[in-house]
């Protein structure tokens, strides 16, 4: 059964993990909001200000929208322009191959995820809910998209009277949150992300939200064995939709990582051995298992990356 979207709301717990986009400043509530019927604690529409300059956003069926549409460069336009539009694929069943990489993917991406019920954790880029949805009721998870369609099929498919998720339309270039408050950030394919400039607002992002002990938890393509053999080139487009992509070394992953991070750990996952599915092999759990073991885990599609001891 469909749940109501009027079910799910912005918790008022949650404005001060937000800030405003412009200088910072923490947000308030304004008077004539609407709660979620039966849930106080929670604005279904309304208005946030920022008590230093006044700036305003809007709740709008339990989705706060931080983002100013004048402000997005081109590469973030495009991109949410088309993750607007592709929206509908994300609401098409899986094929079996697609559960299975999907599978190996959040196994070892979840594992990464130890979360105790007191942890406030920061999703950036959470599309249609994958993590989220899997997520909802483990800590307060406020979760971030720059595309109000992929936010909108996460709302329908959290739970009715999901408490403790926080559903944010914001821009990692603009997007601003409350410094170290948040124990564990989460993003998937970041190398999906249009530029290295992109990639740094993540990371400073994500390093500003942390507490010293937090841990940041990522994904990226993987420049490995099978993406070489396809000539696949490190820097380039999918072929359908033209969304960016980058293929990542485990090197240079960790690189570009350490004026942010101290504590770095990269590591193959999504790893598709040859004759998985000829022998019909577990391919989830032998994925899991040569993540770690050299020449075989080079066969993976993707990094994982966990960074600790954000600098600063």
Same mark, same amino acid.
């Not at 336009?77 to 694929?89: G, P, S, T, V, W």
């Given at each position: 059964?469909?749940?109501?979207?009027?079910?799910?709301?912005?918790?008022?717990?949650?404005?001060? #993990?937000?800030?405003? &986009?412009?200088?910072? !400043?923490?947000?308030?509530?304004?008077?004539?909001? $609407?709660? /979620?019927?039966?849930?106080a604690g929670s604005i279904r529409a309304g208005r946030?200000?920022?008590?230093?300059?006044?700036?305003?956003?809007?709740?709008?069926?339990?989705?706060?929208?931080?983002?100013?549409?004048?402000?997005?460069?081109?590469?973030?336009?495009?991109?949410?322009?088309?993750?607007?539009?592709?929206?509908?694929?994300?609401?098409?069943?899986?094929?079996?191959?697609?559960?299975?990489?999907?599978?190996?993917?959040?196994?070892?991406?979840?594992?990464?995820?130890?979360?105790?019920?007191?942890?406030?954790?920061?999703?950036?880029?959470?599309?249609?809910?994958?993590?989220?949805?899997?997520?909802a009721g483990r800590g307060k998870l406020v979760a971030?998209?720059?595309?109000?369609?992929?936010?909108?099929?996460?709302?329908?498919? #959290?739970?009715?009277? &999901?408490?403790?998720? !926080?559903?944010?339309?914001?821009?990692?270039?603009? $997007?601003? /949150?409350?410094?170290?408050?948040?124990?564990?950030?989460?993003?998937?394919?970041?190398?999906?992300?249009?530029?290295?400039?992109?990639?740094?607002?993540?990371?400073?992002?994500?390093?500003?939200?942390?507490?010293?002990?937090?841990?940041?938890?990522?994904?990226?393509?993987?420049?490995?064995?099978?993406?070489?053999?396809?000539?696949?080139?490190?820097?380039?487009?999918?072929?359908?939709?033209?969304?960016?992509?980058?293929?990542?070394?485990?090197?240079?992953?960790?690189?570009?990582?350490?004026?942010?991070?101290?504590?770095?750990?990269?590591?193959?996952?999504?790893?598709?051995?040859?004759?998985?599915?000829?022998?019909?092999?577990?391919?989830?759990?032998?994925?899991?298992?040569?993540?770690?073991?050299?020449?075989?885990?080079?066969?993976?599609?993707?990094?994982?990356?966990?960074?600790?001891?954000?600098?600063?």
């Open positions: 059964m469909k749940p109501d979207p009027a079910s799910i709301g912005f918790p008022f717990s949650f404005i001060p #993990l937000v800030r405003c &986009t412009h200088d910072g !400043g923490e947000l308030e509530a304004q008077p004539g909001f $609407l709660a /979620v019927p039966g849930d946030l200000a920022c008590v230093t300059c006044a700036a305003t956003y809007f709740i709008d069926d339990g989705i706060l929208n931080l983002i100013d549409e004048t402000r997005l460069d081109e590469g973030s336009a495009a991109e949410q322009r088309q993750r607007n539009l592709d929206c509908q694929k994300a609401k098409a069943p899986a094929t079996d191959s697609e559960r299975v990489t999907n599978d190996m993917e959040m196994t070892s991406t979840l594992a990464a995820l130890p979360i105790a019920d007191e942890d406030c954790v920061l999703e950036l880029g959470c599309g249609e809910g994958r993590y989220t949805v899997a997520l971030v998209d720059f595309s109000i369609e992929l936010l909108r099929i996460l709302r329908d498919r #959290l739970p009715a009277g &999901t408490r403790h998720v !926080g559903l944010v339309l914001g821009d990692i270039n603009t $997007l601003q /949150v409350a410094p170290k408050q948040f124990r564990l950030g989460l993003s998937t394919l970041t190398s999906n992300l249009p530029s290295r400039e992109h990639r740094e607002s993540l990371y400073r992002l994500a390093r500003t939200a942390l507490a010293p002990h937090g841990r940041f938890v990522f994904s990226t393509h993987f420049h490995g064995i099978r993406q070489r053999m396809a000539g696949e080139v490190k820097s380039g487009h999918y072929r359908a939709g033209g969304i960016y992509r980058y293929h990542f070394d485990l090197r240079e992953l960790v690189e570009e990582l350490h004026p942010h991070f101290s504590r770095i750990d990269v590591h193959p996952m999504q790893i598709h051995l040859p004759l998985f599915r000829t022998l019909r092999l577990p391919a989830v759990r032998i994925s899991r298992l040569v993540e770690r073991v050299p020449i075989l885990n080079a066969f993976g599609s993707l990094l994982l990356a966990k960074a600790e001891a954000p600098r600063g």
